[in-house]
């Protein structure tokens, strides 16, 4: 038996590849995991120890308020008027953080107050119970506004996944509502791409989160945030995509096909009766998505479907002054839905 072990090869060496050459690999994977497990553990430790400086170093830019057993961060500005309040809505994995930007032009519009927030796990809010569905969602968002005193109705702004939570905010409370603006919002009809998609995104968040809890984001935060993102998200990588949030992400992917058949069901002509509406699409996509698109503002006697000219799916990072420019629009267009 021993014979034939020394007269096999090792690949492209002609080296025979006997026992000792095993007993070497074997030393040379144990170092590497070693390794691994000591820089590991360091970055664990060095996390660890620099979040205990976060409240100083990362300080929450709006205020944390209960919603019933967890609190949930919600950053306001602006002076309340007669006019609606805007609340934004973040995609999945992603923060108030997000809408800086656009947040702080809007705040140049006088009488405009705008709010955006961090669902439940994301930066400065905390983890909340349950199955993470857009249903969930749409609730604690609602619990937050209310607890908070926001002035209704509301303009809702949601990208992404976070056109979820808004349509089903706007489907069960409507007379809080008084228009929305969709930012390449996702399909509520692709369930088969959301259960094909759901593995990988939790397979990729639990990647961020080990990262994250080893210091990877703290120390190279460029490896999370994409490149045209506002400087905050930047600036406070370590919270924004700390290892709680990939977690919160993460559970929202794995309730994703759930989230769409709940929004499915809301879909019917006319359901948001004659609200300023506008859905915003990125640019370069296949037809049959920007006729989606247009199909969905028609759900609106008063739709209006925008095709950007930036391709990022971030369309309020690839074109901020689009995504400013609609939202005033829909704001002052929204006189009529007010509550009397």
Known sequence: MEEDLERTEVPGTGRPAGPRWRRALLR???????????????????????????????????????????????????????????????????????????????????????????????????????????GRLAEELHTLLDRAGERVPFILVGHSVGGF???????????ETAGMVLVDVTDERAVGALKASSPVIRTQMTAFRFAARIGVVRLFPGLAVPAAAPSPV???????????????????????????????????????RDWPVVVISAAGQP????????RLAALSSAGQHVVAATEDHYVHYGQPELVVDVVRRTVEASGSNRPR
């Open 28 to 134: 040379v994977i144990a170092g590497l995991v070693a390794a691994f497990a000591v820089l590991s553990g360091t970055g664990w430790t060095y996390e660890t120890l620099s979040r205990r400086d976060d409240g100083r170093q990362h300080p929450a830019p709006g205020r944390l308020v209960d919603v019933g057993g967890h609190r949930l961060h919600l950053n306001c500005t602006g002076v309340a008027g007669d006019a609606p309040t805007v609340v934004f809505e973040a995609g999945l994995g992603e923060s108030s953080t997000t809408w800086a930007t656009v947040q702080g032009r809007l705040a140049d519009t006088a009488g405009v107050r705008a709010c955006s927030y961090d669902r439940a796990g994301y930066a400065w809010s905390e983890p909340g119970p349950g199955r993470r569905d857009a």
């Open 165 to 175: 939570v808004v349509r089903l905010f706007a489907d069960r409370w409507p007379a």
């Open 234 to 272: 930047r600036e406070h990588a370590a919270v924004v995509y700390r290892s709680t949030s990939m977690a919160a992400a993460a559970d929202e992917a794995e309730a994703s096909v759930d989230s769409a058949r709940m929004v499915a069901s809301t879909v019917r002509p006319q359901a948001w």
């Open 287 to 294: 037809r049959e998505v920007l006729e989606r698109h247009a």
